[in-house]
């Protein structure tokens, strides 16, 4: 048994899934991206919404960014960059 | 009858301010917990004036995290963070996990690592981790959203993912449908 109680295969199994889900969701970003919007864009902001793209993590970008989450939040919708969760 | 403790993260917060339904977030918990360093995260008028309102309701609560929990949140961050294939957790999503846990507090996050925490370690297995998916379903259950037919069901989540530029993964999202409407006897 894992740690968790949940047998070893099972967290294995999960992972898995969450691995490939999170593959699922960065094709996705990328495909709905504005990229043109991205690349008007300056350094660290371009950078940010880049990091945005790989990873989904908002909290990151915005720091990357050197802004607010709320402002960051606002670069990604105007980048349209699907939030998927 | 409403649900007792949430705590929201900041971009929990921020997107689902956004949405059309917004209202029924209150209606669903009898308070929602925002740590103090949410308000540093917010500039938007229609995110910060929402906020506001509730605050002076009581529906909101800032919550200041004590050093304790700040302690234990970065604890956790870097416990996951040297785990094999984990997704690595920032300060936010660990606070509200250590504050939730901590409170008995349903934890309302879009972090997908802070999602994945619950169901493979086993000291979090307990702790209740919400996206919007979750939330939208839940308030349909409990009747705080009425709907009348599958399409109202269907529309409820679209209207969600039209306001906020959110995409539910649709495995998930199906899984949620046919939740409700089990729950509904629509099915």
Redesign the interface.
């Known amino acids: 048994m894992?740690?968790?109680?949940?047998s070893e295969s099972k967290?294995k199994e999960?992972?898995q899934d969450?691995?490939k889900?999170?593959e699922?969701?960065r094709e996705?970003r990328r495909r709905m991206a504005d990229w043109d919007f991205i690349k008007r864009q300056p350094l660290r902001i371009r950078a940010a919404l880049e990091y945005y793209i790989e990873t989904?993590?908002?909290?990151?970008a915005?720091r990357i960014a050197g802004v607010?989450?709320?402002?960051m939040?606002?670069l990604?919708?105007r980048a349209?960059?699907?939030?998927?969760? | 009858m409403s649900l007792k403790l949430a705590i929201s993260d900041t971009c929990f917060i921020i997107d689902w301010s956004y949405y059309r339904k917004r209202e029924v977030l209150i209606e669903l918990f009898q308070t929602i917990l925002l740590p103090e360093q949410v308000l540093e995260e917010v500039e938007d008028e229609k995110v910060i004036s929402w906020i506001s309102k509730n605050l002076a309701s009581g529906k909101m609560l800032l919550f200041t995290p004590s050093p304790l929990d700040l302690r234990r949140a970065e604890e956790l961050m870097l416990e996951v963070a040297t785990r094999p294939h984990m997704k690595r957790i920032e300060m936010p999503e660990a606070l509200c996990l250590v504050i939730g846990s901590r409170l008995n507090a349903i934890i309302l996050t879009e972090n997908r690592g802070a999602l994945l925490v619950p169901k493979v370690m086993k000291k979090w297995r307990r702790v209740k981790v919400w996206r919007a998916l979750e939330t939208i379903k839940e308030a349909i259950k409990r009747g705080y959203i009425k709907v009348f037919s599958e399409e109202d069901v269907r529309k409820t989540f679209r209207e969600y993912e039209e306001d906020t530029g959110h995409i539910f993964p649709r495995r998930d999202l199906i899984r949620a449908i046919n939740e409700v409407l089990s729950c509904l006897r629509m099915s």
């Open positions: 894992g740690e968790n109680g949940m967290v999960i992972l969450f691995w889900a999170e699922e969701f996705i989904g993590d908002l909290y990151v915005s607010t989450i709320s402002k939040n606002e990604r919708r349209k960059i699907p939030n998927v969760a």
